[in-house]
């Protein structure tokens, strides 16, 4: 009697330990037991990460090895559309695309509980909290993964609501590196939020933009003005003294002799200034608060720089590769840089399948082709990817980046073969088949792509 009181007890105990380890951090008991090396490594250092139930097992999934392989089943284009479980075709890719892979854009389940198209609800059904956890669980071996399949100078875009944004943007930067989280794009996706919520009226999503190596990625935003003069001297700087030789600089003023002195606020002419046929004729000095140095000023005249004195004796220069300079991307994605919503979305679906709103939340094309140009502009060989492939708009935005630009971008599409309620599709891979079907005869240059399959499914 006495025995058995003594193993209740020691039972108890150990339930209350193991309670008291799981709420310090859940990764600490492993199949109702402790995990001692997750134990002992609270001894050590421990970095700041990212905690959740069911942590240990997402990463080790990433590394579990399958025998998985991709099969053809029909067309022999230069583009694929892998139809099956995404996590196994990522597998299956590594043997062949390891570091090939140039952008990667993923619109997952953004996890609101709600149920479309995919499942967006990933809470537990035998606990009433926890899809967070089972949210994180399922992104992290699939980003693992993607990272793995991306060449060192690619990026990844991944399309987010407000539900998950913060423990994606701490879950890349664990996997990626703080420092290649690069930044979040929003993207306006309609015009006026819900009348009915009793919060706040959503119009926009997010986009996390991540590098494999920040120091090797080269994102494009768009052109320069190929036309414009920058001023050489700004208030901001500190005075520096710049020397022009003669006939080294252009100018409107009439020809002749002319006195700068007190005439502009900012320079300080040590000279007089002749101005003959368009030019200062004459060696001159100049103090102020220039942008460059005397040897930064040498070497771009010598490379073809052109400086031009003003009329209000001012100094502006046109740099010798102007028309090759372009800007980094603006966060804001909205119809004045051109990028649709939601519904232009469901109109291109419309037009494709003669359906509306099957895919609740595709995005358009528009949006795609600008991230597409953002990842690749310096590639017109590029390889994109979407293993979250939904109706297949990716694949259509990189034919049509193609057309438009003569590039030949290629794509790799993953969509799973659920089944779907609609009497003309057995599977959402099915749609996503038949959406490329319809847009490529409308596409210039656009082949259909080859169609494969995971061997064990």
């Not at 989280?181 to 009793?198: A, D, E, P």
């Not at 935005?397 to 971008?409: D, I, L, P, R, Y």
């Amino acid at each position: 009697m006495q025995r058995g009181s003594s193993s209740m007890t020691t039972d108890k105990r150990k339930s209350q330990l193991l309670q008291a380890l799981n709420a310090i951090d859940s990764n600490l008991v492993l199949d109702g037991n402790i995990d001692i090396e997750a134990l002992l490594s609270l001894n050590g250092d421990r970095s700041y990460q990212l905690m959740w139930s069911g942590r240990r097992k997402a990463f080790s999934t990433a590394e579990e090895k399958e025998n998985i392989a991709l099969e053809k089943i029909r067309g022999s284009g230069r583009d694929w559309l892998i139809r099956g479980d995404n996590l196994k075709a990522l597998k299956a890719l590594q043997a062949s695309h390891t570091d090939r892979v140039d952008v990667i854009i993923i619109d997952p389940p953004y996890n609101t509980g709600k149920r479309f198209t995919y499942n967006d609800n990933f809470k537990g059904r035998d606990r009433k909290k926890g899809r967070h956890d089972d949210w994180l669980s399922m992104m992290t071996p699939r980003l693992i993964l993607a990272r793995k399949l991306l060449v060192e100078d690619g990026c990844l875009f991944v399309h987010i609501g407000d539900d998950e944004l913060a423990n994606l943007k701490l879950l890349l930067e664990e996997l990626f590196g703080e420092e290649n989280v690069l930044g979040i794009l929003t993207w306006v996706k309609k015009k006026k939020g819900s009348h009915l919520s009793k919060s706040l009226r959503s119009i926009t999503e997010y986009i996390v933009v991540v590098a494999k190596d920040k120091s090797k990625l080269n994102l494009y935003g768009e052109p320069a003005y190929s036309d414009k003069w920058q001023p050489l001297a700004k208030k901001t700087n500190r005075l520096k003294t710049l020397s022009f030789d003669a006939n080294t600089v252009e100018s409107k003023l009439p020809d002749g002799e002319h006195d700068p002195k007190n005439r502009s606020g900012l320079l300080e002419f040590k000279d007089h200034i002749h101005i003959k046929a368009g030019r200062v004729s004459n060696a001159f000095s100049v103090i102020g608060p220039f942008v460059w140095t005397q040897k930064k000023l040498d070497q771009e005249i010598a490379l073809g720089t052109k400086v031009a004195l003003s009329k209000r004796f001012g100094f502006n220069v046109f740099r010798h590769d102007q028309a090759q300079k372009f800007k980094r991307p603006i966060t804001l994605l909205d119809k004045n840089r051109g990028i649709g919503s939601y519904e232009d979305a469901f109109e291109e679906l419309h037009q494709r399948l003669g359906v509306e709103r099957l895919f609740t939340y595709a995005k358009p094309t528009s949006l795609l082709r600008h991230l597409i140009r953002a990842g690749s502009h310096f590639k017109p060989d590029a390889l994109i990817m979407d293993f979250f492939a939904g109706s297949g708009s990716l694949g259509e935005a990189v034919w049509q980046t193609n057309a438009e630009t003569g590039s030949s971008k290629r794509f790799i599409l993953v969509q799973q073969t659920s089944p779907v309620v609609d009497e003309r599709f057995e599977t959402i891979a099915d749609i996503c088949e038949a959406r490329l079907k319809a847009a490529q005869p409308t596409i210039d240059g656009a082949e259909l792509p080859t169609i494969w399959r995971m061997t064990d499914e």
